[in-house]
């Protein structure tokens, strides 16, 4: 293996929303999320249309209980990330340069004119792999995003992963 890996790139709002997007797919398959937004619907607009056609003569505890849930599914899985994803178009700006260096004991990042911030390999949690990258989550919450763009060529991606691995950090 030949470490430290380096890797040099523009973080850009469509880096940040694949990021995003990747985050969202890694925590629910898409799958998933569209049945607990059908049942969102269902949950939602049932009871209002019950009501509408006089299934119901009055509108209930069941029914407020039922309007609650599809708000809550709704608002997690639907509106949520809509709005989230707007957020990243509009407030994120010019392209970042980023540069990321990988050894055996830490993982660098360097961008602009922030300072070096410097993780060690225990503050990962894990390192997700997704279609279109790698999601870093580090213990204090933080998430860093590498496209799999940055990779020139698939021995660096293959070794990149078999370092992942072999600090168990790779799921």
């Known amino acids: 293996m030949s470490l430290p890996l380096t890797f040099r790139f523009d973080l850009t709002n469509e880096d940040l929303e694949t990021a995003y997007n990747a985050r969202l797919d890694h ?84 961008s602009g004119d922030s300072p070096k911030n410097t993780r060690a390999w225990d503050e990962i949690i894990r390192i997700a792999d997704t279609s279109k990258g790698f999601l870093i989550y580090f213990q204090d919450g933080q998430i860093w995003w590498l496209p799999t763009r940055i990779f020139s060529n698939i021995k660096e991606h293959d070794e990149f992963m078999n370092l992942a691995a072999q600090k168990g950090k790779l799921r």
Not at 31 to 52: D, E, H, Q
Not at 64 to 92: K, Q, T, Y
């Open 27 to 110: 925590v629910c398959k898409p799958a998933f999320r569209y049945v607990l937004i059908s049942l969102g619907c269902l949950a939602f607009f049932g009871p209002i249309l019950a009501f509408l056609c006089r299934w119901n003569s009055s509108f209930g505890l069941i029914d407020v209980v039922f309007l609650i849930i599809g708000v809550i599914l709704l608002r997690a899985w639907a509106i949520a990330p809509i709005l989230n994803r707007r957020r990243i178009r509009m407030n994120s700006g010019a392209t970042a340069i980023r540069r990321i260096i990988i050894d055996e004991n830490n993982v660098i990042e360097e």
